[in-house]
């Protein structure tokens, strides 16, 4: 069984930027493709960018040209560098991967 434990969230000003990270732990071997969801209040649960063991990736198109994801796979980490914060990307982000989710981070970003 994979855990998966976020951290970086916070609270930002508008045009600011986090960075937000996700370790894995336990039956890492199995971690192929790892990915970064957000929850908004009110609304379901989205995607917001993956990437695969091999480094491909893809994004909302929300966040496309301001979110870069990457992974450090001898580390079993993966990040989410947000830059140019808006409002709407206010929300619990998660971390995910194999069915698993992280316990989640907050981002509030403050007009």
């Known amino acids: 069984q994979v855990q998966l434990v976020e951290s970086g969230g916070g609270l930002v000003q508008a045009g600011g930027s986090l960075r937000l990270s996700c370790v894995a732990s336990?039956?890492?071997?199995?971690?192929?493709?790892m990915a970064w969801y957000r929850q908004a209040p009110g609304k379901q649960r989205e995607l917001v960018a993956a990437?695969?063991?091999?480094?491909?990736?893809n994004y909302a198109d929300s966040v496309k040209g301001r979110f870069t994801i990457s992974r450090d796979n001898a580390k079993s980490s993966v990040y989410l560098q947000m830059n140019s914060l808006k409002p709407e990307d206010t929300g619990v982000y998660y971390c995910?991967?194999?069915?698993?989710w992280g316990q989640g981070t907050q981002v509030t970003v403050s007009s």
């Open positions: 995910q991967t194999s069915g698993i």
């Open positions: 336990g039956s890492i071997f199995s971690i192929i493709n």
């Open positions: 990437i695969t063991r091999g480094g491909s990736r």
